[in-house]
């Protein structure tokens, strides 16, 4: 069994995709651009959005220098965790806090 983690994140494309969102993009951009349900949304489906997001916005984008490098940068976008983009987002960007119904206390 192989380790594909990078620099922290599940694999190199992850990494990538966020390194140019936090730094090229911003949170604050998606976090004003995307409304988050707390109570219903998982880390995959909150990572999900963020990408589909991205993604849409690189296509409005096409042509400027930091699309073809984020482009380049993160490679195959299949590789790409939701999940861990949904927790950073989640954790990291102080978005929502969400608790799975099975894990919920009592009187929560």
Do not use: K, Q
Request: a negative charge; charged letters at 30%.
């Amino acid at each position: 069994m192989s380790d594909d983690t990078y620099n922290g994140w599940a694999n190199r494309e992850t990494w990538a995709f966020m390194l140019h969102v936090d730094n090229t993009i911003g949170c604050e951009f998606v976090t004003d651009s995307l409304e988050f349900d707390d109570d219903n949304e998982s880390d995959y489906h909150i990572g999900e959005r963020v990408a589909d997001m991205v993604r849409d916005l690189l296509d409005e984008c096409e042509g400027a220098d930091w699309v073809r490098m984020m482009r380049d940068d993160v490679g195959s976008w299949w590789r790409i965790d939701y999940r861990e983009i949904g927790a950073h987002v989640r954790a990291d960007w102080g978005v929502v806090s969400y608790t799975p119904a099975r894990f919920r206390l009592v009187g929560e």
